[in-house]
């Protein structure tokens, strides 16, 4: 059984720092490619970072650019998206999403699994 599950969300104030982590079984976690979307109160899901299956190579959204930073870890299964210099404009659900093979995918549907999500929300 595939699981991506989330954590690391919370509430937190503008300017801080916040590490979200997305543990992954059930699947060669060394061949997906992983992403990261989120979704904010009354908004559709939007591409947030991605890296592809090889490692070598990341995405970001315009917004998360120079702050935020996707990366991973084989051994434990677990990709991370850190998130820096935070706004109240980054409150959402941030979801993960595995996609085999795949480049840092930046739309949803060619990914293949999804985490339920870990919420963030970022007070002024």
């Known amino acids: 059984q595939v699981q991506l599950v989330e954590s690391g969300g919370g509430s937190i104030r503008a300017g801080e720092t916040l590490s979200l982590s997305c543990k992954v079984s059930g699947l060669p976690f060394g061949n997906y490619a992983m992403g990261w979307f989120r979704q904010a109160p009354g908004k559709e899901r939007e591409f947030v970072a991605a890296?592809?299956?090889?490692?070598?190579?990341?995405r970001y959204a315009a917004f998360a650019q120079d702050r935020f930073t996707v990366f991973r870890e084989i051994a434990k299964n677990t990709a991370y998206l850190q998130m820096a210099r935070v706004t109240p404009e980054d409150t959402a659900i941030y979801y993960c999403a595995a996609c085999r093979s795949c480049d840092a995918t930046t739309i949803p549907y060619p990914y293949d699994f999804w985490g339920q999500g870990t919420r963030v929300t970022i007070s002024s």
């Open positions: 890296m592809n299956w090889i490692g070598d190579r990341t």
